[in-house]
């Protein structure tokens, strides 16, 4: 018996039980649906491609998955150097992963250990445990991605261990911003936020400002800024990554990835974060290792997506819809809607 997400299963209404998908679209037995959450937002060139597919047919005539463990192969070197040259500044060292949620996870164990590993010559690093994090976030529904949220659904399996002690949620104003920071700075690893729009938090839009005024702060005070794109990268934001607009110590990345066609993510640091680890002692090394990070069929998906995403042009194609956008919602009211929000290529009533 399948054991469905986020459902009640006594409760639940049978799902529908797709036969075929291609483009935008979804198909019943009898009934042709268009797919406009994407996959929980991971099918950015659709269903069917065939360019992806090709790539992935192409690999498995290899080998499909070895372990990066002691190895290394042709498709995990390539994609790993391409997002070297893809992603802004020294963005360069590329951490896999098989999902977002794990990647989130693998981000805030970077940044405790990045503050541990420095314990020798600064032994003040020892008390910097906590995490600063935004209210409504969603980082996925691992443990500490899910204590670094705030969504009331998770909040009831958190409760058995107490009370949170090592996250602060603030909300996106740059007073609260500012706050915060006075008041915790000594005791702050890390800032993690979903830039620019938080998505399962209810498509939840705010202002580039508050990102600035945080990079402004985590530099002053030695913290690390993390940028959960799973959701907002390659496009969604109307921006490639907002990562080009304000950079963080971390990346994580995921979902549209692949272009959604096998599970995979990425945990992107900077050159500052890496070299915190990089030692004679063992003792300092980044002690993690999913079984399928690096997998050759994720990662030769990876490299044509990235691929069509530049040669397409595909930020061009956001901007006209979004331009649509704006244009067929301009005026749209109902007593029934509160507020439209757009941005890039989201749209929410």
Not at 144 to 163: I, N, P, S
Request: charge should be negative; glycine fraction near 8%.
């Amino acid at each position: 018996m399948i054991w469905y997400p986020y459902e009640q299963m006594k409760t639940m209404k049978a799902p529908y039980k797709i036969i075929k998908a291609k483009g935008v679209h979804l198909y019943t037995e009898d009934q042709e649906l268009i797919d406009s959450v994407s996959s929980w937002w991971c099918m950015i060139h659709g269903y069917q491609h065939p360019e992806l597919t090709a790539a992935i047919q192409e690999q498995a005539a290899n080998f499909c998955h070895v372990m990066l463990g002691g190895l290394t192969h042709d498709p995990v070197e390539k994609l790993s150097a391409k997002l070297e040259e893809f992603l802004p500044g020294d963005l360069n060292y590329c951490f896999f992963s098989d999902s977002g949620s794990v990647a989130v996870e693998v981000a805030l164990k970077m940044a405790l250990q990045y503050n541990t590993n420095q314990c020798d010559d600064h032994p003040e690093m020892k008390k910097r445990t906590l995490i600063l994090a935004l209210e409504h976030a969603y980082h996925g529904d691992t443990f500490k991605a899910m204590e670094v949220g705030d969504d009331e659904d998770y909040h009831f399996v958190l409760e058995a261990y107490g009370e949170k002690t090592d996250v602060i949620h603030i909300p996106t104003r740059i007073d609260a911003l500012e706050e915060a920071f006075a008041r915790y700075h000594e005791r702050l690893n890390s800032f993690i936020v979903e830039p620019l729009l938080q998505g399962a938090g209810g498509m939840r839009m705010y202002d580039i400002a508050f990102l600035k005024r945080a990079r402004e702060l985590c530099d002053q005070y030695d913290v690390l800024l993390i940028f959960d794109e799973v959701a907002t990268g390659f496009g969604r934001t109307g921006n490639r990554f907002v990562a080009d607009l304000v950079q963080p110590a971390i990346l994580v990345l995921g979902k549209a990835l692949t272009g959604g066609y096998i599970g995979h993510a990425a945990t992107v640091a900077s050159r500052r974060v890496f070299s915190g680890f990089y030692s004679d002692d063992p003792a300092k090394a980044l002690m993690h290792g999913p079984t399928f990070m690096g997998n050759a069929l994720a990662c030769a998906a990876a490299l044509e997506s990235i691929r069509l995403f530049e040669e397409e042009d595909y930020m061009s194609k956001i901007a006209r819809i979004e331009a649509i956008t704006r244009r067929e919602m301009a005026g749209f009211g109902d007593e029934r809607i509160k507020e439209v929000r757009i941005m890039g290529g989201c749209v929410c009533v």
